[in-house]
């Protein structure tokens, strides 16, 4: 099945600097690779997913970007703001025929005001 | 527009009594389903899911069960909790029958084993 690897575990970055997520995966089948935001007791929230026919994908302060020779895909938040304090999902979808995606364990990201 | 509700939102529970955890989906039809668990605030382990009414797929073996007794409603089950039950509980929906579709997450219910 698929495995995911999301990297690092713990980011922590002053407030107006980049940040940036990465995260593999093994199965080249994938072609659907959404990313998750989850503050502090509640839900995870979709914030930008790729599809595996595109290199990248903005949206404001958002980008992801998707190597599918590699196998990588990574999140970048430019401009970080307090507010983007969250705890990060990466997830792949669509390989050998399941639409049940495969997590990372997820990146818990401080921005210090 | 589509809307997940799930609850309780909390449950303290002793070691050894039941559980009954409840998700609904509007909005919608036909959805997939999902129950998730979260351990100390990180990773998503997937429980259960299901494509259709009585149709559940487990993922781990455990003491719980998982029910989809009418098309958008998915209920968690347990006969005995036991402690290492505690987390936090998502109940998840997504598009059906198309590729490429995220999943939309309840708000949880954190439950607490004494």
């Known amino acids: 099945g698929e495995n995911v690897e999301q990297h690092p575990s713990t980011l922590s970055v002053q407030e107006g600097d980049s940040a940036v997520i990465k995260c593999t995966y093994s199965d080249s089948a994938s072609n659907y690779f959404p990313w998750y935001k989850q503050e502090l007791g509640k839900r995870p929230q979709l914030i930008i997913d790729i599809r595996s026919n595109v290199g990248e994908k903005k949206d404001q302060r958002i980008a992801v970007t998707l190597n599918k020779t590699a196998k990588h895909f990574s999140l970048h938040i430019t401009e970080t703001q307090p507010e983007d304090s969250a705890v990060y999902f990466c997830a792949a979808a669509g390989g050998g025929g399941s639409y049940i995606p495969t997590f990372g364990r997820g990146t818990s990201l401080i921005v210090h005001p | 527009s589509q809307t997940i509700h799930q609850w309780p939102a909390t449950l303290v529970q002793p070691v050894g009594s039941p559980l009954s955890l409840e998700c609904t989906v509007e909005?919608?039809?036909?959805?997939?389903l999902y129950w998730y668990r979260q351990a100390a605030g990180r990773g998503l382990q997937l429980l259960f899911y299901s494509v259709g009414i009585g149709q559940i797929s487990s993922e781990v073996p455990q003491n719980l069960s998982a029910s989809r007794p009418q098309d958008r409603q998915f209920i968690l089950s347990s006969k005995k909790l036991l402690l290492s039950d505690s987390g936090f509980y998502l109940c998840?929906?997504?598009?059906?029958?198309?590729?490429?579709?995220?999943?939309?997450f309840g708000d949880g219910t954190r439950l607490s084993i004494l």
């Open positions: 909005g919608t039809s036909n959805p997939n």
């Open positions: 998840a929906w997504s598009v059906s029958d198309r590729a490429h579709q995220p999943q939309h």
